[in-house]
């Protein structure tokens, strides 16, 4: 069985720009999360989605937005992008969709710069 | 909040132990353990819950001290395959769904 797949892998953006992520989760899971690992340190938990709605959000600014599809595919979006958003983003699915946290599938991520 | 692991590096040779700590300051509803190796996504090692359920591998043990709010990993007779970043992640107590927040990892070398 294929596991999380996320696109693109790499991506180079310039300050101000918008990007976004894509995720899709193993079969049969249907809760997605997001994760920012900077160079360093341990991956930073930016949101959670199941059955298409928002379950928790971590501490980033609003210009991070993430949504959740029927096929429960996912996608994060990054408006004005700061030198400080470069990292690796993580996607990790799940199929628990309580409000715990359970074992967790990840990508390998997209490697964002921004220039 | 972040919880702190120790030690932050460890060298080993190949079919020696080690223990990698992670310790929190706030009340822990589980502690889950991750190994990252370079350029790969985390894999899931253990999940350490209160009240004393663990699910993982089984070659991988761990502790967790509720009322101290610290976990151990137990690496014994550690292969080459062994070697990479461990990070532990903590949940709260608290209701939310507010993901796992991860300690900085503890980077381990295995050498034969």
């Known amino acids: 069985d294929a596991g999380v797949t996320q696109s693109p892998t790499h991506l180079i953006k310039t300050r101000g720009q918008q990007v976004t992520l894509r995720c899709s989760p193993i079969?049969?899971?249907?809760?997605v999360s997001w994760y920012q690992q900077v160079l360093g340190q341990g991956p930073q938990f930016i949101f959670q989605?199941?059955?298409?709605?928002?379950?928790g959000r971590g501490n980033f600014p609003d210009r991070f937005s993430a949504r959740q599809f029927p096929n429960y595919s996912s996608e994060l979006n990054v408006n004005a992008l700061l030198l400080g958003d470069s990292a690796l983003y993580l996607c990790?699915?799940?199929?628990?969709?309580?409000?715990?946290?359970?074992?967790?599938?990840f990508g390998e991520g997209s490697r964002l710069t921004v220039l | 909040q972040q919880p702190v692991q120790s030690p932050q590096a460890v060298i080993l040779r190949e079919g020696e132990d080690a223990v990698i700590n992670c310790s929190s300051s706030?009340?822990?509803?589980?502690v889950h353990w991750y190994r990252q190796k370079h350029g790969e996504a985390p894999v899931f090692l253990m999940i350490?819950?209160?009240?004393?359920e663990q699910k993982g591998h089984e070659k991988i043990s761990a502790s967790f001290n509720e009322k101290k709010q610290q976990s151990s990993l137990y690496l014994t007779a550690s292969q080459l395959s062994y070697s990479g970043t461990y990070f532990c992640?903590?949940?709260?107590?608290?209701?939310?769904?507010?993901?796992?927040?991860f300690g900085k990892g503890t980077h381990l070398i295995i050498q034969p």
């Open positions: 990790a699915s799940s199929p628990l969709g309580g409000t715990r946290t359970g074992e967790l599938f």
């Open positions: 079969s049969g899971h249907k809760s």
């Open positions: 989605y199941y059955e298409k709605e928002e379950r």
């Open positions: 706030k009340a822990l509803y589980s």
């Open positions: 350490l819950l209160k009240g004393g």
């Open positions: 992640g903590t949940e709260g107590t608290g209701g939310g769904a507010d993901g796992l927040t």
